[in-house]
């Protein structure tokens, strides 16, 4: 079993940055990839980025520029970097832990984009 905490989530206003925190526990040998992904009322859940292990990393169209997201192996912790963010980013954010044989999630951490 993977236990993932997520922290960092809050309320900004438009234009303003946020960093998100995932935090890794247990089995983490059998995982080869971290993600994060958001759902927001009424919506599906979508990925917004992942990075496989040796750092290849992927980020949807939408989020492309404004987010990075990066990792401490030591610290077996993944980050989202978000900027200039907008209102359409209100979300729940999740992380989630890709493994060989199971994923993984985070309880989710609220983000909201308003003035």
């Known amino acids: 079993q993977v236990r993932l905490v997520e922290s960092g989530g809050g309320l900004v206003q438009p234009g303003g940055s946020l960093r998100l925190s995932c935090a890794a526990s247990g089995s983490i040998f059998s995982i080869y990839g971290m993600g994060w992904y958001r759902q927001a009322p009424g919506k599906q859940r979508e990925l917004v980025a992942v990075?496989?292990?040796?750092?290849?990393?992927n980020y949807a169209d939408s989020v492309k520029g404004r987010f990075t997201i990066s990792r401490d192996n030591a610290k077996n912790t993944v980050y989202l970097q978000m900027n200039s963010l907008k209102p359409e980013d209100t979300a729940v954010y999740y992380c989630?832990?890709?493994?060989?044989?199971?994923?993984?999630w985070g309880q989710g951490t609220q983000v909201t984009v308003s003035s």
């Open positions: 990075i496989i292990n040796g750092g290849t990393t």
């Open positions: 989630k832990a890709i493994g060989a044989e199971s994923d993984y």
